[in-house]
């Protein structure tokens, strides 16, 4: 069974109600931290459902028995992508990383990829620009990197944290006659399985 939040990843525990009332013996969830929903979470335990989560930095144990794109995987994606813009770079990137800071997940990736550039490259710079679930609905994410990249026209990378948030970026630098800036791909198809704008609850039931 599969129950939809309607795009409210900071609003998950009424779906996962849902899911116990409905009998759900298993119930996987991506994007939003346990807190979000911890009243469901410990009582879905106490019955003996079992979670598995994605793209968070929850721990396994017995009640979460697995999670997919954990921090650990996000710091090594990272650690990778801050690799390849040092060499892509000849170690002169200056970078900005375009991210929803709301979600662990995330911040944690961002903090990942700065420490990665740290390692290779001790020239390079980075910056985070900060936006928000509104600003990704509202398709303003254009216009707030524009406005970045010509208030720091010295910026030569970008990445984003998961493949949604470029949408429509290179056509808004390209209609404000910025040049001279790499979007990082390699970045958007590492983390376009990332699901946290608009997460579901799966659900199984024993038969």
């Known amino acids: 069974m599969l129950f939809r939040s309607n795009g409210k990843s900071f609003e998950p525990a009424p779906s996962i109600q849902q899911a116990i009332d409905w009998g759900a013996d298993y119930i996987t969830i991506t994007g939003s931290p346990i807190a979000l929903f911890q009243e469901q ?12 989560v994605g793209y968070t930095v929850e721990p396994v144990n017995d009640c979460t028995i697995t999670s997919i794109g954990d921090a650990s995987s996000i710091a090594e994606n990272a650690e990778s992508i801050a690799a390849w813009i040092t060499a892509d770079s000849q170690a002169a990137a200056k970078v900005v990383m375009v991210n929803i800071r709301d979600f662990p997940v995330l911040a944690a990736e961002e903090d990942a990829l700065k420490a990665g550039l740290t390692k290779y490259c001790k020239a390079c ?74 997460y579901a609850v799966f659900c199984l039931k024993k038969k």
Request: aromatic share 8%; proline share 5%; glycine share 10%.
């Open 41 to 52: 979470y410990d009582a879905a335990c106490a019955k003996g459902i079992k979670f598995a």
């Open 125 to 198: 710079t980075f910056e985070g620009l900060p936006v928000t679930l509104d600003d990704l609905g509202a398709g303003k994410i254009p216009q707030l990197v524009v406005s970045y990249l010509q208030e720091h026209p010295d910026t030569n990378y970008i990445h984003y944290a998961f493949g949604g948030l470029p949408t429509g970026v290179t056509e808004a630098i390209k209609s404000a006659g910025i040049e001279g800036v790499k979007q990082d791909r390699k970045s958007t198809r590492l983390n376009s399985s990332h699901t946290v704008i608009s």
